[in-house]
Every structure is written in structure tokens, then in C-alpha cells.
């Protein structure tokens, strides 16, 4: 199955403290996009980070980073010095071949002052 | 560009009614993609459109869902009779190509509530 797992249904942080999220994911193709949407309270899904499966070399914007192992299918976001904004519920998800993209369930992540 | 428009924001109905739901792609991109929010089953693509063509509707639950594109700059989901199963969130978004690598844009959603 093409699945994306998200195992940490929630998480909390300090404020200016550093957060890793996890995602896994499973796939057959050899080619394929793995990318980390932000959902706020507002409901708008919003891009956070996008890792080209053929490139080694892990994906960083501004506080957010990710740990891409691609032989583990491990696909995790840190976020540095984390804001009161950045308060949300993150998803992880995968594109490919086809023109969809596979979701996890996400993770809920609270920043406290 | 005012991003992906989606309306109604919330939409309250009871049962056997028929909902429609409207969203606007943001202007030049081709693709266009429907999809439902539950806590059940979080994120499903129920169908995509590529030049206003559905492609895929193999994640429509079921015949009483419909969507159509009859231009570049509208379509509708349409759920005909609805039942208190159908209460999510549905989201529009669109891309400029379809491919996996492409940012998805999203609306902020309309909250269907069936009761």
C-alpha cells in the first residue's frame, strides 16, 4: 500500500525551543516528491517544505528543515526556534508518478509561551 | 492573485438535501483538485481535473457525489441527496501541472454540515 504514517497524533513545544515531527512513508516508485503542509486554525493548507526523493541533500526553509533518510522512507521536519505561530496541525505527504498526493494523518503540534 | 476562492465558508443542511459547493482555481493553472477533510479519514482526494477535464474520480465516495469544471475558473462539487455522513471540511486547490513535485494551493475550505 502507498501510505504516508504520521505517529505522533500530537506534540508540544516551548517557545524558541526546536520540535522534530515524524513521517514514514511507503512507496514503490523510484521517483517521487515528499512535502510538509501547515493547516493553522484557519483551515488553509499552506507548503511548508518540499524534498526531491533523488536528492540527497535535506531541504531547509528558514526554521524548518527536514531529516530525509530515504532508505528508512523516513521523511521528519524540525522547526527551530519554534513561534507561537507556528501552531498548527502538520501534514505529511507524498507525490509520484501520478498527479496525487498521499496525506498522513497528521500531527498537532501546540507551542507554549 | 486572491488564491484558490472557495464559497460557501460554512453550509449548514439537512438531510436529502442538495449541496453545492464552488471553488475558483487560481487563474493559469491547469489542474484542479477536490478533496475532503473527515477526523476519520483525514485527507482524501475524492477527484482531480487537468484543462477542466475530470481524470480521476475514483476517490468519489459515491454516485450521489458529482463535480464538474464547465470552465478555467469554476467548478462544483455537488452532493445530491446529502446524508450526516457527508459533514467535512472540502477543500479546492489547484496547481500549475499535475505532476508530484508541484505545489498544491489550497482554499480555506467549506465546512458541510448535514444534520
Known amino acids: 500500500a502507498q501510505t504516508v504514517t504520521q505517529s505522533q497524533p500530537e506534540m508540544s513545544v516551548q517557545e524558541a525551543e526546536t520540535v522534530t515531527l515524524s513521517c514514514t512513508y511507503d512507496?514503490?516508485?523510484?521517483?517521487?516528491?515528499l512535502f510538509w503542509y501547515k493547516q493553522p486554525p484557519s483551515r488553509q493548507m499552506i507548503l511548508v517544505i518540499r524534498?526531491?526523493?533523488?536528492?540527497?541533500q535535506n531541504a531547509t526553509e528558514n526554521r524548518f528543515s527536514v531529516n530525509f533518510q530515504k532508505a528508512a522512507k523516513s521523511f521528519s521536519l524540525k522547526i527551530s526556534d519554534s513561534q507561537l505561530g507556528d501552531a498548527a496541525m502538520y501534514f505529511c505527504?507524498?507525490?509520484?508518478?501520478?498527479?496525487?498526493?498521499?496525506f498522513g494523518t497528521g500531527t498537532l503540534l501546540a507551542v507554549q509561551p | 492573485d486572491a488564491g484558490v476562492i472557495q464559497s460557501p465558508r460554512h453550509e449548514v443542511t439537512e438531510m436529502g438535501q442538495e449541496v453545492t459547493l464552488r471553488c475558483k482555481p487560481i487563474s493559469g493553472h491547469d489542474y484542479l483538485f477536490w478533496y475532503r477533510q473527515t477526523m476519520m479519514r483525514g485527507l482524501e482526494l475524492l477527484i482531480y481535473?487537468?484543462?477542466?477535464?475530470?481524470?480521476?474520480d475514483s476517490g468519489m465516495p459515491e454516485d450521489r457525489f458529482s463535480a464538474k469544471m464547465p470552465n478555467a475558473s469554476f467548478s462544483t462539487l455537488k452532493i445530491q441527496p446529502s446524508e450526516p455522513r457527508d459533514s467535512a471540511v472540502y477543500f479546492c486547490a489547484s496547481s500549475l501541472d499535475g505532476a508530484g513535485w508541484v505545489e498544491q494551493f489550497f482554499g480555506p475550505g467549506t465546512r458541510l454540515t448535514v444534520l
Open positions: 524534498q526531491e526523493a533523488y536528492k540527497q
Open positions: 481535473f487537468n484543462n477542466n477535464v475530470p481524470i480521476d
Open positions: 505527504a507524498r507525490g509520484g508518478a501520478t498527479n496525487k498526493l498521499i
Open positions: 512507496t514503490s516508485e523510484s521517483d517521487y516528491y
